[in-house]
């Protein structure tokens, strides 16, 4: 059950200039992450595009726009929010390969974005034509993720200038469909990102399952930070735990981990990194399921007393190796807490692990 570590790659021309970020690391930077703590993003563009129409797209949209002083009351680390502080960012481009309909955004996170105080959405209503009567026997889900995108698209300016009214320098947000990235383009010194070559695509197929073909035609948009937010991936754990390298996952029926009798796993690295947290639980329920099936058919032989964690330990004492316990998560926990406090947020999450070890006195 140890998760999606890893991201995917778009595997185009262009990924590894400056400018150029996964969002995995960008979500990591602003959470505190310690493998994220130096990824220092250059926010000193006007114009950032992000890859991809899931929810991790609209969080760091959510994040690159958002307000200072609703920031400063989350848990956001402090670097972060300094670096946002100085941020020239005031447009945001999320760019999905294929239509409104196949967006994998949900509904409480789109409307969170749209009504961000002192951020306009810029949807272009001639994307929606005609997809009201689409939708109509869509699962309800999808039917209002679809409404809630149509009514922001034909919303009036008036309304729009309204709702943003009395707030700092325009901020601005659009999704854009159909365009799928070919190239991060260079700048003339050809170290960073100056803009983006997307192809444009047209829909084979309807629905969930609908593809993107490209047309012929391309499209090179400006912009100076580029954010991948094409989905996680797990890793391998061990070369004695089967993994479908292909999909992600460890092969599995229901938990039971192919060819490994007594194995089973669950989350992300079972059923690959979709779903929102209830999703997830319910999988693991499943996973526990199958356990208890097992058991109760003595496909598990439970006979011979086993150690338990108590030899796990004694294998860890005998590679030197110190684990942090739950209780010593506790005292950091509290330091987090505490140094919070003082500033009117949550947590202040601490970024280095050397001092994490500190606290706990290792
Ligand atoms: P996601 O929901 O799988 O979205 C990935 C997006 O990337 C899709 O729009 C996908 O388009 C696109 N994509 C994939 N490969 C691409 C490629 N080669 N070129 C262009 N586009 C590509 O992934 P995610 O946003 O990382 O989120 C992961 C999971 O965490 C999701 O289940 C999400 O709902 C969940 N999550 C939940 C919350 C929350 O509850 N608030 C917050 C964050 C994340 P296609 O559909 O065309 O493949």
């Avoid at 999704?175 to 190239?183: H, T, V, Y």
């Avoid at 030197?320 to 005292?331: H, I, L, Y």
Wanted: net charge neutral; glycine share 10%; proline share 7%.
């Amino acid at each position: 059950s140890y998760g999606a570590e890893d991201n995917r790659v778009l595997g185009i021309p262009g990924e590894n200039l400056l400018g150029v970020y996964t969002a995995r690391a960008f979500v990591g930077w602003y959470n505190g992450l310690p493998e994220n703590r130096d990824l220092k993003p250059d926010l000193s563009c006007e114009t950032a595009l992000i890859l991809g129409h899931g929810n991790v797209a609209l969080d760091i949209a959510r994040i690159l726009l958002s307000p200072l002083q609703l920031l400063r009351k989350t848990d956001i680390t402090d670097s972060s929010l300094a670096a946002l502080a100085c941020s020239k960012v005031k447009r945001v481009w999320l760019v999905g390969r294929r239509g409104p309909l196949q967006v994998a955004f949900t509904i409480k996170e789109l409307r969170e974005m749209i009504n961000l105080p002192g951020a306009r959405a810029v949807l272009d209503p001639a994307d929606f034509t005609g997809l009201e009567s689409a939708v109509k026997d869509a699962p309800r889900p999808r039917k209002r993720l679809t409404e809630l995108m149509i009514k922001t698209a034909l919303e009036k300016p008036v309304e729009m200038q309204a709702a943003t009214a009395g707030t700092a320098a325009p901020r601005e947000w659009g999704l854009k469909f159909q365009r799928s990235p070919q190239e991060v383009l260079p700048s003339a010194d050809g170290r960073r990102a100056r803009g983006i070559r997307m192809a444009l695509t047209c829909l084979e197929g309807s629905g969930d399952s609908a593809k993107a073909i490209p047309t012929g035609d391309v499209e090179e948009l400006e912009c100076g930070l580029v954010l991948s937010s094409i989905g996680y991936r797990s890793l391998p754990l061990d070369p004695a735990v089967p993994f479908d390298s292909q999909r992600g996952i460890i092969p599995n029926s229901s938990g039971r981990v192919e060819g490994v009798p007594g194995l089973y796993c669950s989350g992300w690295v079972k059923r690959g990194p979709t779903g929102v947290i209830i999703t997830t639980m319910n999988d693991s329920f499943d996973t526990a399921q199958s356990v208890l099936e097992d058991l109760q058919r003595g496909v598990l032989d439970i006979s011979p007393s086993r150690e338990g964690f108590g030899l796990v330990e004694s294998i860890l004492h005998s590679r030197g190796v110190r684990p942090v316990s739950f209780s010593d998560w506790e005292k950091i926990d509290a330091a987090e807490v505490a140094r919070g406090k003082a500033a009117g947020k949550p947590r202040e999450k601490i970024v280095d692990p050397e001092e994490m070890l500190r606290i706990i006195g290792h």
